[in-house]
């Protein structure tokens, strides 16, 4: 088939492109199908240790000549503030600030957690360790706290300039050698993403390319959220955005309901849940069951409640498999799909309670022929339908009593594993996934015809 594909890749900090969901989800997949005639690749780093953590360092430089050893609170008390508290070693923080009142009272690197409407008791100098969302928590502290001192780690505009600048000419590079009918993009963090006007700059040189891009992550909190500013962003450049794992939103972005009332051309939004590397995730039946029952993944959120109480009622039979909450080193992409393989249960919770999803391990599960056991939720049953792919749970007593008739009932395990197998066969394979994209760029009756 003569699809000639580009794929552009901004990996996140923390994760080189072997490992990346750009690999595993968009270009692997793709490249399987029968739908590639040529492609090319173009991927872009900027690792937190060797790009966002020398911006930090010099910002806590000029920070501390300023701030002295006069009283400071962190506004943030989450794994950024966790994973990167010694940038704050030499300053006279008091105490740290988040959103969550569940954490308030609590101690989070030894110091009190306490409210934003606190911060004034404390300091009028405010730390934020946050990088994702730098940008909106300092326009909204400084609108609340204008006689506070507020101060941003990540911002070097010099830097940013320069390296989009050196991105954009890497691609219209890439689009010479390649010609491509079809330029995919995999984005980083909303406020890392190569900006609105390199887009529109190729599209209007390029204009006979087909551009598509998938969001990877979604907040609902509202409008100012650097998230929807770069679906907003997208839809003016994309020719399709593929929304992968929360399909009920697009019903709210069609009705310009909130927090989408400025989201414009909503029909190139497809929820389209993206499949997985098939050289990763795959079943093989020669591979024995060493795991009657597991959760993948940290403790994080309401999932550290499922994994608590499995291990209680079930000892040995079940496993926590991988995250670094307790303890254990977090899996390679490698070892985790291999872990999967061998998992007879796997058990999928939603992370909060505030947000539905449908998980990647919904499908990663399915694929590696484990029986899944997901935490009732919309998203993951727009995706599933009428198929019985999974079996769907509400509480902990529901929840056992299906992983008891699987374990003591072959023929009801039997008939779960069948109805998965089935829907694997119909959903989770490269063409049909690949196929789709084409069909909504609008260039399928040209491939088909060949």
């Known amino acids: 088939m003569s699809v000639r594909w580009l794929f552009i890749v901004q990996n996140f900090e923390l994760k080189n492109y072997a490992d990346s969901c750009a690999r595993i989800e968009i270009v692997e997949p793709i490249l399987s199908s029968n739908f590639v005639s040529e492609y090319d690749l173009l991927c872009s780093d900027r690792t937190y240790e060797s790009y966002f953590k020398p911006i930090a360092l010099k910002s806590i430089e000029r920070i501390k000549l300023q701030v002295g050893n006069k009283p400071c609170v962190i506004y943030g008390a989450g794994l950024h503030t966790k994973n990167n508290f010694s940038l704050f070693e030499d300053f006279n923080v008091v105490a740290i600030v988040d959103q969550d009142p569940k954490l308030w009272g609590e101690k989070v690197c030894s110091l009190p957690v306490i409210s934003p409407k606190d911060i004034e008791k404390y300091s009028k100098n405010i730390l934020i360790s946050s990088k994702a969302f730098e940008r909106k928590i300092y326009d909204s502290l400084t609108v609340l706290y204008p006689d506070s001192y507020v101060f941003k780690l990540y911002e070097d505009q010099e830097s940013e300039a320069v390296y989009f600048e050196d991105l954009y000419k890497d691609i219209e590079k890439k689009i010479k050698q390649v010609e491509p009918d079809v330029l995919f993009y995999s984005p980083t963090q909303p406020n890392d993403c190569l900006p609105l006007s390199y887009w529109l700059e190729l599209k209007l040189k390029y204009p006979y390319i087909k551009y598509v891009t998938l969001w990877w992550d979604y907040d609902e909190d509202e409008q100012g959220s650097p998230y ?17 794992s929360n399909g009920s939103r697009l019903i709210k972005m069609n009705d310009a309901a909130a927090p989408y009332q400025l989201h414009q051309n909503t029909d190139k939004v497809k929820f389209l849940p993206s499949v997985f590397d098939p050289s990763l995730f795959y079943e093989d039946k020669s591979t024995p069951k060493e795991y009657d029952i597991a959760i993948f993944g940290t403790a994080a959120g309401n999932r550290g409640y499922w994994i608590e109480k499995l291990n209680e009622k079930y000892g040995d039979k079940f496993h926590h498999i991988g995250g670094f909450v307790h303890g254990s080193d977090i899996l390679s992409i490698e070892n985790y799909a291999h872990a999967m393989r061998k998992t007879r249960i796997c058990v999928n919770t939603q992370t909060y309670s505030f947000r539905e999803q449908c998980k990647g391990k919904v499908r990663e599960t399915i694929a590696c022929g484990a029986i899944l056991l ?20 509400n509480d902990f007593e529901n929840l056992c009593s299906k992983i008891d008739r699987l374990l003591a009932e072959p023929s009801y395990f039997d008939c779960c594993y069948q109805n998965a197998e089935r829907f694997r066969l119909n959903n989770l394979n490269t063409n049909s996934w690949t196929l789709s994209i084409l069909n909504y760029l609008g260039i399928l009756s040209s491939v088909m015809d060949e």
Do not use: G, K, V
């Open 228 to 244: 929807l500013q770069f679906e907003r962003d997208c839809l003016q450049w994309a020719d399709l955005c593929i929304e992968n």
């Open 374 to 393: 997901e935490e009732d939720n919309s998203e993951t049953r727009l995706f599933i339908n009428d198929s019985q792919a999974c079996l769907f749970f």
